[in-house]
């Protein structure tokens, strides 16, 4: 072996251990662009193989003719007496851009089995389009839509973040990264809970306004594990390293449980439920508590009535005692006639019964109203009820949402929850 080819060998021998590609890949890189070197000499053969020996160096050039199938028919020995030359130019050119293709590949195969997983970057580039965060090898873009609203990224901050999409392009993986994913909750509970990653406990259901409020279902397969103690933590300290990760966001802990009643109970905490009528019809589930602890089910802006719903997947309307009672009893008795208030051509509302006849004037029900006893019976006979009830009288609307976060418009906002 010449020292030029015993030097070559060693060099690319150094470059595959240092960039974790192996040498047979290098070397079949190379050949293939002598082989487009070689054919680009004016007497070169139609068709030619290049063969690199791995022990000594030696490069050689195989002119070939080739039958109708393909078949080599004969072969000789075409190596030009300027071809160490040309080989030297065109390996540097080569093995850069293959360690470069490499180092892509690696780097993408190192990701792409990653979705849903958590990854933790420093802060590089921050825009009103996105954010992007150093993971080491490569960068992760964290988009504006995937980020929380009132979150501020300054540059060189550790972030967590929750991987939701890996994609392959020319220059590399492109890692997509999320801080309002619900799987960021989870994973995040994964870290700081140990009874969750050896799967004792288990998160069964998430629901999540981000910046502001995550409720967490918790069941554990171990009866002697308490899953809620086992996710807070003693004081508070497992939760509390969660919520300073998500920048104050407050967490609710709550249990599991396979009772649809007992698990919207449970959902609307901290606010304590009397009663949970379930309508399987509807999904609707009409919850009963107290009048005092009507705001605090319903929560701000609603806000603790939509988590209970996407939580449980139920429709929840929200009433309190009083407002049940004035339902069952205020209007239970009354019949209504059928017909509608419309205004006449004098502009007076005029009571026009649905099987016809004559109108009946706002005074003429009144009058007829004054005579019946104020003892929550019947409505006078062929009248309906007041102007601008609707067609009927209108109980006092609690709170409610639907699994999709839709908050009722009759909802009170009142305490935070």
């Known amino acids: ?30 050949a293939n662009a002598l082989v487009a070197a070689y054919k680009r000499r004016p007497d070169a053969a139609e068709e030619a193989v290049v063969t690199i020996d791995p022990d000594s160096g030696e490069i050689r050039v195989y002119g070939q003719e080739l039958d109708e199938e393909g078949n080599v028919v004969n072969e000789w020995d075409d190596t030009p007496d300027d071809f160490g030359r040309i080989a030297a130019q065109t390996a540097k050119q080569v093995i850069l851009q293959r360690i470069r293709e490499v180092e892509r590949d690696m780097k993408y195969e190192e990701y792409a089995g990653r979705e849903g997983d958590i990854v933790t970057g420093i802060v590089q580039q921050t825009d009103n389009r996105y954010t992007l965060l150093d993971l080491g090898k490569v960068e992760a873009l964290l988009p504006q839509a995937e980020q929380v609203s009132f979150e501020r990224y300054e540059h060189g901050a550790r972030l967590k973040a929750y991987i939701v999409e890996v994609r392959k392009t020319t220059k590399g993986p492109q890692i997509v990264v999320s801080r309002t994913h619900p799987g960021l909750i989870r994973r995040l509970f994964e870290l700081e809970v140990p009874e969750i990653s050896s799967g004792v406990v288990e998160i069964k259901a998430a629901a999540r306004e981000p910046g502001h409020r995550t409720k967490i279902a918790v069941w554990s397969n171990d009866p002697n594990v308490d899953p809620v103690g086992a996710c807070v933590g003693a004081r508070g300290s497992r939760v509390r390293m969660v919520t300073n990760e998500l920048r104050g966001e407050w967490v609710d802990v709550v249990p599991f449980s ?4 007992e698990l919207i109970q449970n959902a609307l905490a901290p606010a304590r439920v009397r009663e949970v009528r379930l309508d399987d019809e509807t999904g609707t589930a009409t919850v009963i508590v107290s009048d005092y602890q009507l705001s605090l089910a319903i929560g701000k802006e609603g806000q603790n009535a939509r988590l209970a719903a996407r939580l449980t997947g139920w429709r929840i309307d929200i009433k309190s005692e009083s407002q049940l009672e004035e339902e069952e009893s205020g209007y239970a008795g009354q019949e209504w006639a059928e017909g509608e208030w419309v205004q006449n051509e004098a502009g007076e509302m ?16 009144s009058n007829q109203a004054e005579a019946q006893p104020s003892d929550g019976g019947a409505a006078p006979e062929g009248t309906g009820p007041a102007p601008g009830s609707g067609g009927g009288p209108a109980p006092g609307g609690g709170g409610g949402a639907a699994p999709g976060g839709d908050v009722a418009e009759s909802a009170p906002a009142g305490g935070d929850g």
């Open 1 to 30: 072996m010449s020292k030029t080819n015993f030097e070559f060998l060693d060099a690319l021998g150094q470059i595959a251990r240092d960039k974790g590609i192996s040498v047979e890949t290098l070397l079949d890189a190379l």
């Open 258 to 261: 396979d009772d649809p009643v």
């Open 350 to 365: 005029v009571w026009k019964p649905a099987e016809g006849g004559e109108g009946i004037s706002m005074a003429e029900w």
